[in-house]
């Protein structure tokens, strides 16, 4: 079983004035924290099947 590296990176906003897009930036960080809860997971398992 073949862990598939995170490709997903959190960039910084192009918006560089007083106004910036609170709710995408939010989506996107909890993009990411879903895909690192998913990938600690599956590491999680293929340490305990190494451990059987």
């Not at 909890?30 to 293929?46: F, H, Q, S, T």
């Amino acid at each position: 079983m073949m862990i598939q590296r995170i490709n997903t990176r959190i960039r910084k906003s192009n918006n560089e004035g007083i106004f910036h897009n609170s709710r995408g930036d939010i989506a996107a960080l909890g993009k990411v924290c879903n895909e690192l809860i998913d990938k600690v997971n599956e590491l999680v398992d293929a340490i305990n099947q190494l451990k059987k």
